[in-house]
């Protein structure tokens, strides 16, 4: 029989996804950086459109994750 997930377990796999996302985030910014949006493909520029636009929403959620996951951790 499995044992059951602890508080700390689910706290520390939400700071975990959260620091993940950052990453993730921080990388995208390169990205975004690097690439020229006039010499990709057109369904290539929708996207890159759409990470540009939301890029920082997506940061500021997971360091928010991360905070609520370290204080929980905390917490536990």
């Known amino acids: 029989m499995a044992d059951p997930t602890t508080f700390a377990q689910v706290a520390g796999m939400v700071a975990g996804l959260g620091a993940l996302g950052m990453l993730v985030a921080a990388l995208n910014l390169v990205a975004l950086r690097v690439v020229r949006a006039d010499e990709v493909p057109a369904y290539v520029q929708t996207?890159?459109?759409?990470?540009?636009?939301?890029?920082?929403?997506?940061?500021?959620?997971?360091?928010?994750?991360?905070?609520?996951?370290?204080?929980?951790?905390a917490a536990a």
């Open 47 to 73: 996207r890159i459109r759409w990470w540009t636009a939301h890029n920082t929403a997506f940061l500021v959620l997971c360091a928010a994750l991360t905070v609520i996951g370290l204080a929980g951790l």
